[in-house]
């Protein structure tokens, strides 16, 4: 694809994305629907409670649309670009269906830690049977180890993944904005490596869902007009991951996606110290609270983090392209 073809999809799903969402503000707002914030965060939070949520839905319908009509526009509709929109789509769901028990019944808590696990491991069960039907690589890097080409060894491998970076993904949309900015970064740095490796299929999946989170950014930042909700930031992980399987590129996620992995990390250090040694390591887990906690505010957060993501990015392309 030629720049300029490049920001047709963007566009696209930019366009979508800014004239639905108003709509659909203004639909949760006429029915009084909106999120419910958890008590155990910080309180001054509490302004936000009854803010528009679920958010995502737009978003991936819109990065679906622009997708489906781009990959036909370019001849580009293979199986790469359909098992994206397969797991972005299974795992909006999941998230979906979270969102609505918590609007509905006015609570914080959504499905079941394990209704929402297996719905994970079932969307990344379906893409690796499309994975290896189309004969991608299976062999996994692994360091001091060396390279591994035993197929169960991958599947666990990306199972493991898909449902850890859909969770990190949703860990980190916590303040207003910041989940938006980093993915904006991150599908940002898959797009050129997309384009070094000739993989139109996979661009397609990277520069819509660019242009869908920059015009959702223009919603979301603070004061956020309306949030994510687990419908958006679950079915953007999981896609994220599957965008740096389908380039070979699985351990890139951890210098592109640090921030998502930091974020991981507190809240895993966290349970594990004041579990056994009752203490605490953070103020408050993910650790962008911690930060909150600490005074900074979130524009502030949003910021550091962002640009903590961007030089990570940068990292990566120059170190290992």
Known sequence: MQFTQMLIPMVIAFAITVIAMPLFIGYQRMRKEGQTIREIGPKWHAKKNGTPTMGGLILVVAIIVAALFTGWWQNQLTVSLLIGLFVLALYAALGFFDDFIKVVKKRNLGLRAWQKLLGQLAGAAVFLVAYFHEGFPHTLALPLVGSLNIAWVYVVFAMFWLVGF?????????????????????????????????????????????????????????????????????????????????????????????????????????????????????????IHHSFEMSGWSEWRIDIVFWLTGAVASALYLLLFM
């Open 166 to 286: 859909s969770n990190a993904v949703n860990l980190s949309d916590g303040i207003d904005g910041l989940c938006a900015g980093l993915n904006i970064v991150a599908f940002g740095s898959y797009a050129i490596i997309a384009v070094r490796q000739d993989r139109t299929d996979v661009l397609i999946l990277c520069l819509v869902t660019i242009g869908a989170m920059i015009g959702f950014l223009l919603f979301n930042h603070k004061p956020a007009k309306i949030f994510m909700g687990d419908v958006g930031s679950l079915a953007l992980g999981g896609m994220l991951a599957v965008v740096a399987l389908l380039l070979n590129r699985p351990w890139s996620l951890l210098l592109i996606g640090i921030v998502f992995v930091a974020e991981t990390a507190s809240v895993m250090i966290q349970v594990f110290v004041h579990h056994f040694f009752h203490r605490r390591v953070f103020k408050m887990t993910p």
